[in-house]
């Protein structure tokens, strides 16, 4: 008897059978099957059309089958497209050149690169490169971070619920206030919101009962300081520059180094190269991943100061991984690399990320619901509320998700779906990171969509 089910169907029935529920994919209701991309659109098995605004959490930050990255890993993968990590090839040499030059041309700091396959892993890295040099395992990081869940990154990321079920992390992170503007209990301002921020930290330093440090010998508990320089999970939010500015300034007078986190913000997301240039302050240790391939291939790295990566410092053998460095990776890293030193990205993304955030504000002038709209570059943030415009409304973000998922929202160019992700401390938070490519058509089309789907969300007409 011939089967009723659609191959969608039977595949799905497969999945629920066979995969892992271990990872986000049934964080939705009805997990969704893409058969499909091209620049900024991703296409159902139907062939039905969905405008993506967060491109695999900014990781395709050009687009879906970019031409040029593509026929880089295509050539790579007719010439040389294996090879063991202990061998060289030449796109690794290049690729960390051009890493470590840009550092070099923007702080004048000489340093190394090192890869590493995922994202956690990359953060690993950079943790036992703290812990080498300065001899001590415990770190300072945010509320609202998010560094990975490996166990290393897990014990830097501020959510309890990752490491809840997986025991003691004796390494677990000091978590200090964000400076978060719009949840700021003291006022919404910058001065505000950096004082609140900056107390708790002040106070870490001014006796020794604090625990932390000794005043004797000036000698702190904490390695490094970890820091996204706009937070990406925690709901894509910028902080005053002053807070940072300060921050740093602790953090030298301490002995604390400062590890950048740019996996999610690096490469232009939010307008530089690195999202941490906008902040004037410096770091020791620079960790990437995600856009680096253009998401097309896993792999990341840490670039670090010489003195903490000096072959004397982090020898032969103090990492490694199988794929590690792997060519076909390296090829597409160095591509975009490429890609970035020819273009204009610094200028584009800044035009392109403030015409969205006007977008996002018309629609906040018509929907109370939207408590916050703010961006840096093409990293822009949406907080959905209740009509009070501040009580989060983790329903109506989730509703929003779900709606633009199905596919079916009744735009002037037919029927499409937007791909969106939820982050923030209330998950109610829609984190836009579209591709850097994005037309001002495609951004108008984006308007319209989510306009349809508030609508359709909110109940208002
Ligand atoms: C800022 C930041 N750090 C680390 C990670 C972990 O990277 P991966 O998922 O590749 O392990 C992520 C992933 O979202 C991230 O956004």
Redesign the pocket.
């Known amino acids: 008897m011939p089967s009723l089910l659609s191959a969608e169907e039977t595949l799905l029935a497969l999945e629920h059978e066979v995969c892992s529920y271990g990872d986000t994919v049934h964080y939705a209701a009805n997990p969704k099957l893409f058969s499909r991309c091209e620049g900024s659109f991703l296409y159902d098995s139907h062939d039905h059309a969905y405008l993506d605004l967060q491109m695999w959490?900014?990781a395709v930050s050009l687009g879906y089958r970019h031409p040029r990255v593509n026929q880089a890993v295509k050539a790579q993968l007719d010439r040389l497209p294996q090879l063991a990590c202990q061998y060289l090839h030449r796109e690794k040499i290049e690729l960390a050149d051009r890493i470590a030059k840009s550092v070099e041309q923007r702080y004048g700091l000489k340093g190394r690169v090192q890869f590493n396959v995922?994202?956690?892993?990359?953060?690993e890295d950079a943790l036992k490169l703290v812990r080498k040099f300065t001899g001590r395992q415990r770190m300072l990081a945010f509320q609202g971070?998010?560094?990975?869940?490996?166990l290393g990154?897990s014990a830097i990321?501020s959510s309890y619920r990752y490491r809840e079920a997986f025991g003691t992390f004796a390494d677990r992170a000091e978590f200090i206030p964000f400076p978060y503007r719009f949840r700021c209990p003291t006022g919404q301002t910058a001065e505000a919101c950096t004082a609140y921020a900056l107390e708790p930290l002040e106070r870490m330093f001014q006796h020794e009962y604090t625990g932390v440090w000794n005043p004797k010998t000036g000698k702190t508990e904490f390695g490094a300081c970890v820091i996204?320089a706009v937070?990406?999970?925690g709901g894509y939010i910028i902080p005053p520059k002053q807070y940072l500015i300060r921050l740093e300034e602790l953090c030298r007078a301490h002995g604390i180094l400062i590890v950048d986190?740019?996996?999610?913000?690096g490469f232009y997301r939010t307008g530089t190269l690195w999202a941490i240039e906008h902040f004037d302050i410096r770091p020791d240790i620079i960790?990437f991943?995600?856009a680096l391939t253009n998401g097309l291939n896993?792999l990341?790295g840490i670039w670090a100061r010489e003195e903490l990566i000096s072959p004397e410092q982090f020898g032969p053998g103090s990492t490694h991984s199988t794929f590690s460095a792997n060519p076909l990776g390296t090829a597409a890293g160095l591509e975009v690399m490429k890609i970035f030193e020819e273009g204009d990205y610094g200028t584009t993304v800044q035009q392109k990320g403030s015409y969205f955030l006007n977008l996002l504000k018309d629609l906040k002038r018509r929907y109370p619901e939207i408590g916050d709209v703010d961006g840096l570059g093409l990293a822009l943030r949406m907080e959905m509320c209740a009509a009070d415009g501040l009580t989060p409304n983790r329903a109506l973000t989730d509703r929003m998700f779900q709606r633009g998922l199905e596919g079916q929202l009744q735009t002037s160019q037919g029927p499409m779906g937007l791909i969106l992700d939820i982050g923030g401390y209330y998950k109610n938070t829609i984190t836009f990171a579209p591709s850097l490519e994005i037309s001002y058509a495609e951004m108008n089309l984006a308007h319209e969509l989510l306009d349809v789907l508030l609508r359709d969300c909110t109940g208002r007409r």
């Open positions: 959490y900014s995922g994202g956690s892993q990359a953060v971070g998010y560094h990975g869940r490996t990154a990321t996204e937070q990406g999970t986190d740019e996996i999610q913000m960790i991943g995600k896993p990341s």
